[in-house]
């Protein structure tokens, strides 16, 4: 490859999942460190960082068809990185398929992206897709502005090999950063605007660490710790593993105010046979009494979850299962996919392919119950006074849009500024969205 002159704007563009997008500001916040400027256009950066995801659907193909649209009208290409969970399964394919790529950089590895595209700058290909997350954090810089919402990546990686994913084999094992790191990123966060922090990781509630004291600590203790952060108002958390759900995370949602009642808890499946099947490690009636005690510890949580319908032998009546657990736990909001077979994991070698007009057609009734339970959770608000934290303008002018606590959107008209937490009376609800009025 010919030396070209080392890139001056750069545009990051994240697929996927929260962890992905928190991935993407750092791997901003390290170029911009470097002296090059963020442009919103990809058609203007002189380098292109495709961070992409792995755990469904034709994830793959479509990197291929991102790397082929980045070509101009002229003809020249910028400096393509491709980071990422695709770039850790399939790194040397991609190297080998995409001669325009000129750097591939897995999850772990991107705190060494600025040396990569230096050295890919004097023609040469770079590829970095070792495991060791802790080096990672270590090498970034420290965090400075932030919108009023943040995200914070406790922990990464996940041990828990579920049939049908990816995750443990993209990300690598459980880790848990150091409590003092945390505290620390979550300070900066603060500092530069941020008044609500979502803890992020693959089984956020497996985290662990310990406490400045020596005290061995859980998600719980974390929060309890975050929460005296004076100017910090909101501390949420996902994804969560039923498994992972302790006494003492259970008890915070009584306890810690700035703990918002909301929780992600994916069950996947209704159908013990099924959830067996993807080694879930959890029995439907056991994510059900969980829920019960989520409930008895804060009765107003909202509560969401992921479904995948037409896991490999699924049938009808493993099916009815899960539209049975969704009536029973009426979610305020939750995700549902059809099953993708991922290359490399267990479930891709099972038998019992469900076709694919089956999985459509099982994909709208889960998708049918999850709206009309979201619209029930949302007009059950109504009514309610709650604090609003106000994230951006809204489409009308004077309109403001923010979050509720139970992560509901809520449009207001009044005077406000972004990062306000405002007082809101909740008093029209549709399914997406809930129309406040302001108090006073
Ligand atoms: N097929 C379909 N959905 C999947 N998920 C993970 N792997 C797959 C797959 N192979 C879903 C699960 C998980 C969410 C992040 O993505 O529901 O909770
Ligand atoms: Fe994937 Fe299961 Fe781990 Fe979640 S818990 S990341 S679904 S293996």
Request: a negative charge; hydrophobic letters at 40%.
């Amino acid at each position: 490859m010919p030396a070209q002159t080392p890139p001056r704007t750069f545009h990051v563009k994240s697929f996927g999942c929260q962890m992905n997008v928190y991935d993407g500001e750092r791997m901003a916040e390290l170029l911009t460190a470097e002296g090059m400027t963020a442009v919103d256009a990809r058609e203007t950066a002189d380098l292109v960082v495709l961070n992409t995801c792995h755990i469904r659907e034709k994830a793959t193909e479509k990197v291929y068809s991102d790397i082929g649209r980045l070509r101009r009208d002229d003809g020249t290409v910028p400096l393509i990185a491709v980071a990422g969970c695709v770039a850790q399964a399939e790194g040397a394919e991609i190297m080998a398929r995409a001669p325009s790529v000129r750097v591939v950089v897995g999850p772990q590895a991107y705190h060494r992206l600025p040396e990569m595209v230096a050295a890919a700058t004097k023609g040469s290909r770079e590829t970095a897709t070792d495991m060791p997350a802790e080096a990672k954090f270590a090498a970034l810089p420290q965090r400075r502005k932030s919108g009023p919402t943040a995200f914070l990546t406790i922990q990464e990686g996940c041990d828990k090999f579920c049939t049908y994913c990816v995750v443990p084999y993209t990300r690598g094992a459980e880790i848990s950063r150091a409590f003092v790191d945390l505290i620390e990123e979550a300070r900066a966060l603060v500092d530069g605007g941020a008044r609500e922090i979502t803890l992020l990781g693959q089984n956020v509630n497996a985290w662990t660490g310990e406490a400045t004291t020596g005290r061995a600590i859980g998600l719980a203790g974390l929060a309890e710790a975050l929460a005296t952060i004076p100017d910090l108002a909101r501390i949420r958390y996902t994804t969560s593993h039923p498994a992972d759900m302790d006494d003492a995370l259970i008890a915070a949602h009584a306890d810690n105010p700035k703990l918002m009642p909301f929780l992600h808890l994916p069950v996947q499946s209704g159908s013990d046979r099924v959830l067996k099947a993807m080694n879930r490690s959890h029995s439907a009636d056991g994510y059900l009494k969980l829920i019960d005690r989520v409930r008895a510890a804060r009765p107003d949580i909202a509560l969401s979850g992921d479904f995948i319908v037409g896991f490999p032998g699924e049938t009808e009546a493993e099916f009815a299962d899960t539209l049975a657990i969704i009536d029973a736990v009426g979610y305020a909001q939750a995700y549902s996919f059809k099953y993708s077979a991922r290359p490399g994991t267990p479930a891709a070698l099972m038998d019992g392919h469900v076709p694919a007009t089956v999985m459509e057609d099982r994909l709208a009734q889960v998708q049918d119950r999850i709206n009309r339970d979201q619209l029930a959770f949302n007009q059950a608000s109504i009514g309610r006074r709650c604090q609003v934290l106000v994230e951006r303008r809204g489409r009308q002018p004077g309109q403001w849009l923010g979050k509720s606590p139970w992560l509901q959107s809520v449009h207001f008209s009044d005077e406000a500024a972004i990062g306000d937490l405002v007082e809101v009376d909740l008093i029209s609800a549709g399914p997406n969205s809930i129309a406040g009025q302001r108090v006073g």
